[in-house]
């Protein structure tokens, strides 16, 4: 079964940090980009984070620009989103994604598979 499980969620208080991990299962793709979105209660899902299959291209959202960090490790078929210098406007369900498109297309990407999600909650 292919499965994207997100983990690393939690509460913390703002100007702390967290890193969220996304660990792939099964058979995805022979090679894919990964990313992470996120959603607000009452808001709609925001791109956030992209990396291309190689890890060498990476594209960060403007509101998030300077204080998170997406990378992966292949070897572990997981990527991660390191979160520092929280805000209480970060607070949301985040969600990682697989596309099988390899190259990083930044907001562009276009997701074959989601995670459940993992709610990060950062407090004033």
């Known amino acids: 079964q292919v499965q994207l499980v997100e983990s690393g969620g939690g509460l913390v208080q703002a100007g702390g940090s967290l890193r969220l991990s996304c660990a792939a299962s099964g058979r995805i793709f022979s090679s894919y980009a990964m990313g992470w979105f996120r959603q607000a209660p009452g808001k709609e899902r925001e791109f956030v984070a992209a990396i291309s299959w190689t890890g060498g291209s990476t594209y960060h959202a403007d509101s998030v620009k300077g204080r998170f960090t997406i990378s992966r490790d292949k070897a572990k078929n997981t990527v991660y989103l390191q979160m520092n210098s929280l805000k209480p406007e970060d607070t949301a369900v985040y969600y990682c994604?697989?596309?099988?498109?390899?190259?990083?297309?930044?907001?562009?990407?276009?997701?074959?598979?989601w995670g459940q999600g993992t709610q990060v909650t950062v407090s004033t």
């Open positions: 994604a697989a596309s099988a498109v390899s190259g990083c297309k930044g907001p562009a990407i276009k997701p074959d598979l």
